[in-house]
Structure formats: C-alpha cells, structure tokens
C-alpha cells in the first residue's frame, strides 16, 4: 500500500554519514511537506524531521531532512550503532489520507 | 506531554469486527488541537494509514479501508476508538493510535502499538 519508494536497505561504518530517498509524484510529495519517522526494533515510529527539514526538540542536529520537487531526504551524519533503525517519509496526497513510505532499514557496519 | 495507550483484543476471528480503543493521557482531547489518527503495520512491512477523528466526531478515513472502518470518540472519557468490520487474515497487524496537531501535517505523538491477529 506504500505510494512512496525507499531503498529497501543502506549502511555505512560508525561516523559515516548516509543518505534515504524518498520518491513520490505531484500528487503527495510535489504538494505537501514530508516528515520523517525513526522505528527502532520493536517500538513505535518517533517523528524525526517535519515540515520537510524542521526538527523536534530533542532531535540532534545529525538528522536533516530536504525536498526537491517530488523527492525528499533524509541525512544521517555521524553515524551511530544507536541509529540502526527503519526509517520511514511520509506525506499527505490529494486524496487527503496520509502515506508512508516503503521504508528503509539503516545498519551500522 | 501527552501519551497514548492502545487496548483491545489482541485475537480477532476471520470476518468478526476488530475493535481497539486508544486513552490519551497528559492533554484533553476536547481541547481541540489535534486529529486522532489509527495507523497500521502489516508484520514486517511499512505503515497504513487507517482514518482520522477530530474531538467533533468528524472523520476521514483512508479510501481503500473507509467501506469496513469506522472511529469514534468520546470525549469523557478521553479516548478514541476504531471498528474494522469483516477481518480477515490480511488484517492481522500491529496496530497504533497517533496524534496530529492541527493544521500540521505529521504525527508527533504515537501509542505504543498493540498486535491484533486475525486466526480461526
């Protein structure tokens, strides 16, 4: 039911950074903000970056998020082995229902 | 800060109503400022979202799931609840409840999710 593509996976060694796209249309990503949600194992989504590139407080300044037309990303710097989660975008569409993204799962090597 | 707690029958019967209730701790749902949403997760696969109640009763629901969903609330007890009627296996999921402040467009506030399964 994901109308929003992830890769499927990426990783990086400790301290690295790494990048998660987020591919839509213009009738979700092209027209709305994008946010975007850590899940660590076994735990609810955690809203990490709003409104495209705004963060929550608490959230450290590793996170950012950016949007370009239909397309959006989220940079992980510094990576580390407290990050491995899946990552999820996710956006409103013209239907007026939010959707997700397919998801990302990010491992620390 | 407001938490949210989700409730219900973790065991459904193929084609009997899944119902969960969802008790917002720490606000008032009353008070307005946010839309009350139910978001699934099929095991192992990304989010779905269900449909959305503002303290009014007013709801959306997402198109492929508005003909079997309906969510309720009341107020006096501060909670929100979700019916999803003729289930079947494809249903079995974790299911969380989840805020959204008005007039924004993400949910900061999430329960912790409750596995519903739907088995014979």
């Known amino acids: 039911q994901s109308v929003l593509t992830q890769p499927p996976s990426v990783s990086a060694a400790p301290g690295q950074k790494v990048t998660i796209s987020c591919s839509g249309s213009?009738?979700?990503?092209?027209?709305?903000?994008v946010s975007w949600y850590q899940q660590l194992p076994g735990t609810a989504p955690k809203l990490l970056i709003y409104?495209?590139?705004k963060r929550p407080s608490g959230i450290p300044d590793r996170f950012s998020g950016s949007k370009s037309g239909t397309s959006a990303t989220l940079g992980i710097t510094g990576l580390q082995t407290g990050d491995e989660a899946d990552y999820y975008c996710?956006?409103?569409?013209?239907?007026?229902?939010?959707?997700f993204g397919t998801g990302t799962k990010v491992t620390v090597l | 800060q407001v938490q949210l707690q989700e409730s219900g029958p973790g065991l459904v019967k193929p084609s009997q109503t899944l119902s969960l209730t969802c008790t917002v701790s720490?606000?008032?749902?009353?008070?307005?400022?946010?839309?009350w949403s139910w978001i699934r997760q099929h095991p192992g696969k990304g989010l779905e979202w269900i449909g959305y109640?503002?303290?009014?009763?007013?709801?959306y629901y997402n198109p492929s799931l508005k003909s079997r969903v309906t969510i309720s609330v009341d107020t006096s007890k501060n909670q929100f609840s979700l019916k999803l009627s003729s289930v079947t296996a494809a249903d079995t999921a974790v299911y969380y409840c989840?805020?959204?402040?008005?007039?924004?467009?993400?949910?900061?506030?999430w329960g912790q999710g409750t596995l519903v399964t739907v088995s014979s």
């Open positions: 409104d495209n590139n």
């Open positions: 989840a805020g959204r402040m008005l007039g924004e467009y993400y949910f900061d506030y």
């Open positions: 109640i503002y303290y009014s009763g007013s709801t």
């Open positions: 213009s009738s979700n990503i092209g027209n709305n903000y």
């Open positions: 720490g606000g008032s749902i009353s008070s307005g400022g946010y839309y």
């Open positions: 996710g956006t409103w569409d013209s239907s007026l229902s939010a959707v």
